[in-house]
T-cell receptor
């Protein structure tokens, strides 16, 4: 399998549930990202992992917890979410460093609905 | 700080007509510029990118974009639009010093037969 794969594609969860989103990349990239895409709002960068180390956390609430166990896998653990957290969550990967950057490859996203 | 502006929220064109989607960026040095397309319920797919060199870049699906430093613009063009081009288009700017892309708010393209 190639590219960036996200599972599940759709998720409905209650505000007291705990769930995880998974992202896997088969491109040999060294950086991975979580973005949130809400209706009528710009893409919001949530987390950046470079070489499995978190290098950025853009003031994301603690109810979102990322995990990057290796350079190919990225998780977003969710707990006690709010209805306003309903959105499309996009994972991306890139090969970056040494002053070079070639852009992202995105997964298809997970459509999250919090009820 | 870097920023990207896509002035047009929604554009409607007839199939076969030409298309130009506007993108303006703010960045002090030479940026890395990208155009992505997103179909409903899907992730973003890279159309084309500019790093340096020739200011007119060709992408997939017959798209091209021109980098104009004097206007801080990177507009996307297509000579003849197909119904399958209906989607949302995002312009993005990055640099070689960071691994982040800053996205515009997107332009939704609607194509009428």
């Amino acid at each position: 399998e190639t590219g960036v794969t996200q599972t599940p594609r759709h998720l409905v969860m209650g505000m007291t549930n705990k769930k995880s989103l998974k992202c896997e990349q088969h491109l040999g990239h060294n950086a991975m990202y979580w973005y949130k895409q809400s209706a009528k709002k710009p893409l919001e960068l949530m987390f950046v992992y470079s070489l499995e180390e978190r290098v950025e956390n853009n003031s994301v609430p603690s109810r979102f917890s990322p995990e990057c166990p290796n350079s190919s896998h990225l998780f977003l653990h969710l707990h006690t979410l709010q209805p306003e957290d309903s959105a499309l969550y996009l994972c991306a990967s890139s090969q970056a460093g040494q002053g070079k950057f070639y852009g992202y490859t995105f997964g298809s996203g997970t459509r999250l609905t919090v009820v | 700080a870097q920023s990207v502006t896509q002035p047009d929220i929604h554009i409607t064109v007839s199939e076969g007509a030409s298309l130009e989607l506007r993108c303006n960026y703010s960045y002090g040095a030479t940026p890395y510029l990208f155009w992505y397309v997103q179909s409903p319920g899907q992730g973003l797919q890279l159309l084309l990118k500019y790093f340096s060199g020739d200011t007119l870049v060709q992408g997939i699906k017959g798209f091209e974009a021109e980098f104009k430093r004097s206007q801080s613009s990177f507009n996307l063009r297509k000579p003849s639009v197909h119904w399958s081009d209906a989607a949302e288009y995002f312009c993005a700017v990055g640099t070689g010093n960071t691994d982040k892309l800053i996205f515009g708010t997107g332009t939704r393209l609607q194509v009428f037969p």
